[in-house]
């Protein structure tokens, strides 16, 4: 990166929503001047940035900035100096809010951006009794806010052209996506739609319809796989089929009046409004085909599902849990004479890359599935390690084959080439039928996960895996076995 | 898997939903024969079929049973032969949903069960002059049905308890998760959600307050992404600290008397609410601390994040603008006689598993990205690659030499070990700091994308590469080169 003067921002009001404004600032290199009354402030601070130091670095496939300094004030005004923005995250009370932009505008930067965390206020609310409401912007937040890129900026007229794109450009700089809110509303946009969900959620556990869980996962199994990626316009487009939006909401449109809620009051669909969504859904999506928005959903569907099921959470349990009903369970083979069939399944969308077939990457990974397969076999399964012992790759050669795409069927026969004191060395093929895509030999050691030191196996595991290398030993080593790279 | 004889479902109506159960149950092993009167409708059923062939299988770590069969009749009653599961997609008309009822009931088995995808109608109505209104549930699905695992099962008191438990566990069978609705009302519960917000963003349209494209980023960049994995409540429990939903909700409640919405119809916060939610929320989350639960949001949201980055789509794609913005350009070196640092970056929390360290495939990814970042280099950038050439993997060696963890700071060294002809022969190493974590010697061969067969590299690519391979020439041989896994 270029190296450029180290800027300050002000946090006023910690809390979850201010620490998270800390946090994002620091990793991303910005100098960070806390002030909050509350004598808890630096422990709650520090935790935020603590979850934020473990998650937010990772996200980026390269070095983030040196982390910034932070530090903590006992004044606004000592908070505020030589700062370039200050991000205010008091609680929602008006009154205390303009009492502390009195404050901060007696000694903070004339040009320093003054944004306001309010999921509440309008800016021009905020901005009433100020020195300078140019300064004054709602820049609101969604928790947490240094994993989530949304930031609503909402400005007024009050704020130039010029003070709304440095904004923009600052926002950007920590990792934010600013959305422009062009007219200032009560709770903004996005606020609004979680009002009305929370309104609905309300009156169904008042009602005994449903209870936290259910509404949850009704949530969290369905739309909101869908919302994560799309939102709500650009799913409905999908859903509308080659004839788009405007089929969409022709379609669903008459829905709307039906008495479905205890919350009625909905807007008529004119002809107007029809006109209105379709052409900015056409001005939004329309550079995609119905198809190819179809394919882009599934992909993300698919990446997000795959995620959360190697998190073991949420739809991702689920699908743990299908597999764990569909698969076999690992065992001996009852003859052990010949290669095991380790792995079988078909590759997935999201193991694919730029070459348009399966990364390098994902071969290592199922060769590693195929080796935890193995341990499994040989009885190093979840509740052996859990008791302190597993095995650690040492070593791996890959022999790329043949190329494979996504959906294609492969599986993987895995030979024990030595099963002996602390070493298991292993010999995968993989193939899609007949075809051999690639070979992985790979070398662990037995460790003990106190010491991550060197350890011998539990006896019940040696002798598994001495059943199994001394009957393969009498099959013909894998051609690619003992080979170096690039070495005849 | 065990093998069990083959079961049958009967798809009456086709369209995007009846086509999405079609795949479902074809891909999880059962015979499917579709009924629809449309024309279109093979063609149409066969595309999302394909569409479901591509993401689906993908999704389990294990092979799915063998698909079963998909055959097309004229007659629902030949629909129906044998069948044990009847999914009814029909148009939202209760008139016809009814009369196909009565034709159904007239040939199907007395002991199938008949499901509904009707999104508004109440199962008490569908079973109104039903023959044997015992048959008929609500199974509502979601879009795309292939790939979203929420069913709303809604039934009435005609429906055995015996029925009820049969249908979840086909429903689970074929990967779904049935979610019991107890109280049947109108739209069941994820569809007034849906309507709500539906209904606020009509009127933020109709206001002139945002576009469809406004709308969708403040759903997708922001709460978009905690609902794919945790919904509404588990999210709020959160936010309300270690005091958890009674904290939260005595302080948000009260917003919801402001005059936020057109919609203002909201239930009164008693004690009693408060206490049914609270209670709810314990039930719901209560075995897991306000940190843990944190930690695993934010292993969720770096997962699904990095997931979208990996598709450059919505949050995904502004860390990838983002990426673009910090990183340093690819360049030659201006001194080509040192290796070259490829990779700076910090280990994201999704790359760690269950021995606690990162898992390794996820060496190999970082060596990947490594040697991406050394073909951009040598100038086999994206454009290049557009142009129909690129390097493949032949060939790896890694060698782990120690354990590193999520939120460390790696870089990677790279040595040009060969670089002529078709070949490009890379040594990796990893770091933390001055702590050497492996090393991966790389054999590529040139490709001709068009053909996948080996090619000569473009002149500038050759020159640039002979230029570093003979700078690099000059170095001593790192540690490792040319080594077989287990031997000395």
């Not at 520090?46 to 473990?54: K, L, Q, Y």
């Not at 530090?71 to 502390?100: C, N, Y």
């Not at 869980?213 to 799913?235: H, K």
């Not at 080659?242 to 089929?247: N, S, Y």
């Amino acid at each position: 990166m270029t190296q450029q003067a180290t800027k300050s921002a002000a946090i006023i009001g910690g809390g979850v929503i201010g620490g998270g404004w800390a946090a994002r600032f620091l990793l991303m290199g910005w100098n960070v001047q806390v002030f909050d009354p509350d004598p808890e402030a630096q422990r709650k601070i520090s935790e935020v940035i603590d979850n934020a130091r473990r998650s937010l670095p990772g996200l980026s496939d390269v070095a983030l900035p040196e982390e910034g300094e932070l530090s903590f004030h006992d004044t606004m005004s000592e908070a505020v100096a030589g700062v370039t923005w200050i991000q205010e995250s008091v609680p929602e009370r008006l009154e205390l809010k303009r009492k502390v932009y009195q404050t901060l505008q007696e000694h903070c930067p004339v040009d320093a951006i003054i944004g306001s965390s309010t999921s509440g206020f309008k800016p021009s609310e905020l901005q009433g009794c100020a020195t300078r409401p140019e300064q004054i912007v709602v820049t609101h937040p969604f928790n947490p806010v240094y994993l989530l890129p949304l930031i609503e900026l909402v400005p007024t007229a009050q704020n130039s052209p010029e003070f709304i794109a440095q904004a923009k450009e600052i926002l950007t700089e920590i990792g934010m996506f600013p959305l422009h809110v062009r007219a200032e509303i009560d709770a903004h946009i996005a606020d609004r739609f979680l009002e009305a969900v929370w309104r609905e959620a309300l009156w169904l556990i008042k009602d005994g319809i449903a209870t936290t869980e259910e509404i949850d996962n009704a949530i969290r199994y369905g739309f909101g796989l869908r919302w994560a990626q799309m939102g709500l316009f650009e799913t409905y487009r999908i859903a509308g089929g080659e004839a788009g939006m405007r089929h969409f909401i022709e379609q669903f449109g008459p829905c709307l009046e039906w008495p479905w809620t205890k919350l009625m009051d909905v807007p008529e669909l004119t002809e107007e409004l029809i006109d209105a969504v379709a052409g900015q859904s056409d001005a939004q999506s329309g550079h995609m085909t119905i198809r190819q928005l179809e394919r882009a959903r599934d992909n993300n569907l698919v990446t997000i599902l795959r995620g959360l099921k190697a998190q073991d959470f949420g739809a991702g349990a689920l699908l743990n849990a299908q597999d764990k009903r569909i698969g076999e369970p690992a065992a001996m083979p009852a003859d052990p004479s010949q290669p095991i069939v380790t792995i079988r399944r078909a590759i997935p969308l999201d193991w694919t890359d730029y070459n348009g077939h399966m990364n390098e990457a994902r071969y290592l990974q199922a060769f590693g599935d195929a080796t935890d397969r193995m341990m499994e076999i040989v009885g190093c399964d979840a509740d052996y390690i859990a008791n302190g012992g597993s095995y650690f790759t040492a070593e791996t050669h890959i022999r790329h084959l043949d190329e494979v795409h996504a959906g294609a069927k492969i599986h993987i026969e895995t030979q024990v080439l030595l099963g002996t004191g602390k070493k298991m060395h292993l010999f995968h093929r993989m193939f899609e039928g007949d075809r051999e895509l690639a070979t992985g030999e790979h070398m662990l050691i037995h460790v003990s996960l106190e010491t991550r030191k060197a350890s011998e196996p539990a006896p019940q595991i040696a002798t598994a895996l001495a059943i199994l290398a001394d009957a393969h030993a009498k099959l013909p080593k894998p051609e690619g076995t003992g080979k170096a790279v690039g070495v005849k």
